[in-house]
């Protein structure tokens, strides 16, 4: 009954990636709690690198910096 | 003032679908709680199938195998 | 399958209300979207007043004043 | 390590006024709380004004009425 | 960077359990995408049991029925 | 009508600073993108040090580290 959600940056991740993020979270929640994985839900959120800020900057900006 | 977020599947849910998701909300709130829908936000998020996983899979394996 | 979160303020709502919230978003997303009600989850958030802010002020502010 | 979330509905939005809502969000955390602006967080959603809704209504609708 | 919310209902949860749901998390994105750990967030969320539906009814109902 | 979330570990805010970051969050919206101050939500979540994960450990172990 587990849900997770994961936000990451828009680059590039493909459709295998996420299905491999899918596929450990939901084991990470069977190993460390016992929980049902039929019932446990896994939401990946792409946010674009404009969107995304940290360090009071946009990722856009740290990327084009070479940060 | 109550916030709701709901996250479905980007499955081609009409803008029709989407008002009465909206209204259908805010109309929960007010019966069960009096709540005052003009203050009442109601956020719809459609998720790509590669991006929602269930029982440690996404929905995108999921409907290619018919479940 | 879908996730259905409702955030109100923490004013003693009852495990009734909680119930019948519950109940009313998930016959929501049966009725709109034809989604199947044993994989859709909903979550609610009661989040105190002095931590729900609109306006530009707290609710506990807007509660004393009257508003 | 503060988390922000801003969202607001998708209408045009530029990068500079995206920047902008990063540093403030950032700046506001150092000066309440002094919080280390390099690890926080600040990530902003950008819904579709069909995907909105006040009052029991989308965004798309108001806006259509004018309100 | 990324960031991870992990929403479990709140029975019990060990300090030491929410430890390997950070350091499993965490170590997912290092491994499937290459990310900095050093700027992964994770926020575990409890929810009491009144508050979490599945079905169209709470888990504490559920936990009652013995489902 | 925009809407906030601000996600800290919970360690002694006091009312008074909620109050701050509910005016700032507010305000910000306001200066930046012309939003209305009074349909615009902000809701501050605080997270226990023990549910909150940075570099793979909890922000328990790592003040306990001096970190």
Known sequence: M???N???TREGV???QKARLIQG????L???LGKN???TVV???E???DNWGIGGESVTLRRARGS
């Open 25 to 28: 979270a939901t084991q990470l």
């Open 37 to 39: 994985p039929q019932t």
């Open 47 to 49: 946010v674009d690198t």
């Open 30 to 32: 069977v190993d460390v």
């Open 6 to 8: 994961i936000k990451i």
């Open 43 to 45: 939401v990946i959120d």
């Open 14 to 16: 493909t459709a295998d």
């Open 2 to 4: 587990p849900y997770v």
